[in-house]
């Protein structure tokens, strides 16, 4: 992959400075990448080759599974471990020949993910295709024969120049590569995900905190279970070598939390405060499990009656929405979506507000609701169309419901205070809380007995997506800072 052979020999000469005893045993042989469409359109091998048809035992397992998501992250097969995560509509397969901790795996498949997405700016297949190169580069520093080596954004940066137009062309008409030609300053130190040197005009740190719920409600919108996954995501541009922490008004709330390898854990453990030294830019602090359901809040409820009756060529469709539980903030953006079973013909609808869209072929509902006013909650109800002589439809379709609460955090978690030491400078800090909420499923099926409607009752599978901004400024100096609603995260 590397022409210049004064690269090589460099990049030979920095691997045996990092390893001053022989490198642990091989952990991932090869690393295949897999569209869509379910082909292979990139392969990466370590020392020896593996043939693509281990990849068939991926594919079977692939036909199998209902969903794209659904697909086993571990696959056995007689010879090899398949291990795979899918991103961006793209599955990573990694092939094993000896047993090895899968999460392990999964992990360092998440950071080559999140590395490509950091270099290109977004990780697609055809982003990866123009940079080829570079993503070959990036694999071969970051696996030392089948086993991870560096795996920070800051240490890769040093080792291989992101790519540029004017790079690009330098190197088309030099013959030369983006890879580095000094070890990175921040390899050999305690704390090896900063670099050293690092200077900027404005201080600023911001952080996300990223909420996504998955919860069981029943028909008239009780909430049966509900849990929280989350994290906070760090961008952090400041001098020097500061030293941070972080603390929360209610820090018991978090449960199963995973973190940064910056995390101090013992002062964690101690006084549940987290103190680090950040890297440079962007970087996942910790993640986190709510699992009490008592402090999840459900913002939103639906209640819908979908039913069929044998023998009768129309049925009924209900549904209506409502909040629950924001404190007051409105519920915007909202945007309803089903889709019916393949009998039905034609839906005749009527909205209380918004419009909505029915698409014959391919059984889609859409409604666009808009924000909804809890003095008139929306509704849409009507009638639906079947096939003459058809039997009743035996499927169970869903509603996906997507909408937006602004100025609100679900869990109820909040950070305190944001300290720096080791530097005199004052930064600027910044925080924004942005949830996402997973799946909500009713728990009424088909074929199970309802009392409150007649005919087939179906359960509703319900996608949300909350986006608060907000923009307070406290005592302590901290600021909730605010960003356009569809803002994925931290300013870059």
Known sequence: MIENEDLERARRKRKKIVFASPPPAKMIHSLFLVNASGDIFLEKHWKSVVSRSVCDYFFEAQERATEPENVPPVIPTPHHYLISVLRHRIYFVAVIQSEVPPLFVIEFLHRVVDTFQDYFGVCTEAAIKDNVVVVYELLEEMLDNGFPLATESNILKELIKPPTILRTMVNTITGSTNVGEQLPTGQLSVVPWRRTGVKYTNNEAYFDVVEEIDAIIDKSGSTITAEIQGVIDACVKLTGMPDLTLSF????????????????????????????????????????????????????????????????????????????????????????????????????????????????????????????????????????????????????????????????????????????????????????????????????????????????????????????????????????????????????
Request: hydrophobic share 30%; charged share 20%; glycine share 8%.
């Open 249 to 492: 008004m209610n820090p018991r709330l978090l449960d199963d939390v995973s973190f940064h390898p910056c995390v101090r854990f013992k002062r964690w453990e101690a006084e549940r405060i987290l103190s680090f030294i950040p890297p440079d830019g962007n970087f996942r602090l910790l993640s986190y499990h709510v699992s009490s359901q008592n402090l999840v809040a459900i913002p939103v409820y639906v209640k819908h009656n979908i039913t069929f009756r044998e023998g009768s060529s129309q049925g009924r469709f209900d549904l209506t929405l409502g909040p629950k539980q924001t404190m007051g903030k409105a519920v915007e953006s909202v945007l309803v979506s089903s889709q019916l079973p393949r009998g039905v013909l034609n839906a005749n609808l009527n909205p209380s507000q918004g419009t909505y869209t029915f698409d014959p072929v391919t059984k889609l509902l859409s409604w666009d609701v808009g924000k909804i006013n809890p003095q008139k909650l929306p509704s849409l109800k009507g009638t639906m169309s079947l096939q003459a002589g058809a039997s009743k439809p035996d499927e169970n379709p869903t509603i996906n419901i997507q909408f937006k609460i602004q100025q609100m955090a679900i869990s109820g978690l909040k950070v305190n205070r944001l300290d720096m030491y080791g530097e005199k400078y004052k930064p600027f800090k910044g925080i924004k809380y942005m949830t996402k909420a997973g799946k909500f499923q009713t728990v009424y099926r088909l074929g199970r007995h309802c009392h409150d409607s007649p005919g087939s009752s179906y359960a509703a599978h319900i996608v949300v997506d909350c986006q608060p901004p907000l923009r307070v400024v406290g005592k302590d100096g901290l600021h909730t800072r605010s960003c356009h609603p569809d803002s994925p995260g931290p300013p870059r």
